[in-house]
């Protein structure tokens, strides 16, 4: 359960902007390599933000 509480914390911490060597001081990581895969969550979410928008968007236009 702890890591699920940090790496939901890291992740929102990202998805806000903060810098990822930010997100490895706080967790404590040694390496950012460990801090990246919040990079990876964010670009997924934005990716998922847009196609929905675009989807939402192709609809309204077909009205």
Known sequence: MPYTLQHTFAAHLARKGMHL???QQ???Y???QQSQMYARLT???EK???DEYMK???HSAER
């Open 56 to 58: 939402n968007f192709a």
């Open 48 to 50: 998922e933000t847009y």
């Open 30 to 32: 040694v390496s950012l």
């Open 26 to 28: 706080l967790l404590g």
């Open 21 to 23: 060597s930010s997100i």
């Open 43 to 45: 670009i997924m979410r």
